[in-house]
């Protein structure tokens, strides 16, 4: 079973915030880009370096993994107009929040102890990151050869089925983190996309 939740911080919706364009269109080739550079994550070369993020320490990287690039491809494929820009400072935090759903036993957009606290908006502003608008979350949590048939991409196909398609169609920059953990003849995918939306 596929658990999938959605979120949206407090901040204000942009411009045309809620029109949700054609889904069938392609658009862009995916490339990771935008203005997640290295220099531009406040925390350095791990989360860790920032005591108040409250997740775990998680190695930046500037360039998604594989398995990151595949959803990250998969959610510009379902965008008309110009396709998300990757921002490895808001993947660093989708990384983190899935490593720590993975390693706490837990799935849900808040912490641990307590599923409405720290959210996308609170780890945002405890890393001190400047986004352009406001933050958005959307996260998934599964037996990967089970309902995915080995796919990591159907992961996108799900979130497009309700209000996780919001920020994939209308947010402008987006990092993607998966953890993974074996569990017995299965493996168990926790996967986060935090998004910067105008």
Partial sequence: MWLLLAACDAGPPGP???????????????????????AACP???????DPGVGLAGVPHAAAPTTDEQAVFDAMN????GAPLAWN????????????DMMTSGYFGHGSAGDPQTFM??????????TLGGHADE??????????????IRTVVADWMTDGHAIPILNCAEAGVGISSMPYMDTTIVWVTADFACP
């Fill in 16 to 38: 045309g915030a809620g029109a949700v364009p054609d889904a069938n269109a392609l658009a862009g080739d995916g490339a990771p880009r935008g203005s997640g550079s290295d």
């Fill in 43 to 49: 925390w350095g070369a791990s989360l860790a370096a």
């Fill in 77 to 80: 494929a379902r965008r008309t």
């Fill in 88 to 99: 490895a400072c808001l993947a660093d935090l989708a990384r983190g929040h899935s490593v």
């Fill in 120 to 129: 996308i908006v609170d780890r945002v502003a405890a890393t001190h990151l």
């Fill in 138 to 151: 959307d996260v998934l949590t599964g037996d990967v050869r089970y309902y995915l048939g080995s796919d």
